[in-house]
T-cell receptor, first 116, second 111 residues
Framework: GAVVSQHPSWVICKSGTSVKIECRSL??????MFWYRQFPKQSLMLMAT?????????EQGVEKDKFLINHASLTLSTLTVTSAHPEDSSFYIC????????????FGPGTRLTVT | QQQVKQSPQSLIVQKGGISIINCAYE??????FPWYQQFPGKGPALLIA?????SEKKEGRFTISFNKSAKQFSLHIMDSQPGDSATYFC??????????FGAGTRLTVKP
């Protein structure tokens, strides 16, 4: 149980284009989903927290207009990187917390984004 | 701000040895302390977690030791195996809140 999927697992896009990453909780409902960014050999950096049906809460320094987050259902959240640039290249990981849970977060397998 | 400090940054252990990773936290409101294991190119996987009402929790070869007064907790991996080679992250959170991660420890278990 508690499986989170991400799609795509990797994506290459040209500078200036937009990329959408999906995060799904497969066997549980998630009121809250989190989006992280991870650079090589570094820790996870929280980008934003999204609650189903509400606007996402972004961490300080994260551009809201660049990283659009939508959490339209209890099993799906999407992250859209708009007008991507090479510096946006990174490993993006989502996690989900079950509606019934107070603490545990279950992580997706991550999406490797490369912007050329 | 770094609310959870993790050490060491990297660790090399012989097969069969004990791996010990330490974390310290600042916010006394944290009440959930998980450890995650991450392999290259994969998302973190929950390994074991502890609440501050107990001082130790053991699951198989993995043990968390928790010292509330010192605001420290550690992960012990007994009988370390090459398959345990991964990056380990400690974290801390409060109920209904997001999680704060340590910087990570890259563990290498040599055969």
């Amino acid at each position: 149980g508690a499986v989170v999927s991400q799609h795509p697992s990797w994506v290459i896009c040209k500078s200036g284009t937009s990329v959408k990453i999906e995060c799904r909780s497969l066997d549980f409902q998630a009121t809250t989903m989190f989006w992280y960014r991870q650079f090589p050999k570094q820790s996870l950096m929280l980008m934003a927290t999204s609650n189903e049906g509400s606007k996402a809460t972004y961490e300080q320094g994260v551009e809201k207009d660049k990283f659009l987050i939508n959490h339209a259902s209890l099993t799906l959240s999407t992250l859209t990187v708009t007008s991507a640039h090479p510096e946006d290249s990174s490993f993006y990981i989502c996690s989900a917390r079950a509606t019934s849970g107070r603490y545990e977060q279950y992580f997706g397998p991550g999406t490797r984004l490369t912007v050329t | 701000q770094q609310q959870v400090k993790q050490s060491p940054q990297s660790l090399i252990v012989q097969k069969g040895g004990i791996s010990i990773i330490n974390c310290a936290y600042e916010n006394t409101a944290f009440d959930y302390f998980p450890w995650y294991q991450q392999f290259p190119g994969k998302g973190p996987a929950l390994l074991i977690a502890i609440r501050p009402d107990v001082s130790e929790k053991k699951e198989g070869r993995f043990t968390i030791s928790f010292n509330k007064s010192a605001k420290q907790f550690s992960l012990h991996i007994m009988d370390s195996q090459p398959g345990d080679s991964a990056t380990y992250f400690c974290a801390a959170s409060m109920a209904w809140n997001d999680m704060r991660f340590g910087a990570g420890t890259r563990l290498t278990v040599k055969p």
